[in-house]
């Protein structure tokens, strides 16, 4: 059974920086596309960042510029390092694996931005 492991959020002014780290327990991990979500309370889940197995990346919009997605394959982890954080980023954060039919998520991390 594979499992990710998030690690890194948690309570942050608006400006500031954090960053999310999820470890895979999976033998390879370099064939996998992953990617981190966000679900606001009372909102829909939203992709925020994604990061292929050639480490193609694409964001979305509102964190263009900001967040840095990236991915160590050696430790079998990818990481999101959110600067500049806005009150509007709070969220649940979660992490995503995904490889054909496979598709893992992680347990979420809470980030929120408050003054």
Avoid: H
């Avoid at 964001?59 to 263009?64: E, T």
Wanted: charged letters at 15%; a positive charge; one cysteine or more.
């Amino acid at each position: 059974q594979v499992q990710l492991v998030e690690s890194g959020g948690g309570l942050v002014q608006p400006g500031g920086s954090l960053r999310l780290s999820c470890a895979a327990s999976v033998s390879d991990f370099s064939p996998y596309y992953t990617a981190w979500y966000r679900q606001a309370p009372g909102q829909s889940r939203e992709v925020v960042a994604v990061i292929g197995e050639s480490s193609i990346t694409a964001y979305a919009d509102s964190v263009k510029g900001r967040f840095i997605i990236s991915r160590d394959n050696a430790k079998k982890t990818f990481y999101l390092q959110m600067n500049s954080l806005k009150l509007e980023d709070t969220a649940v954060y979660l992490c995503n694996l995904r490889r054909g039919i496979e598709n893992y998520w992680g347990q979420g991390t809470q980030v929120t931005v408050s003054s």
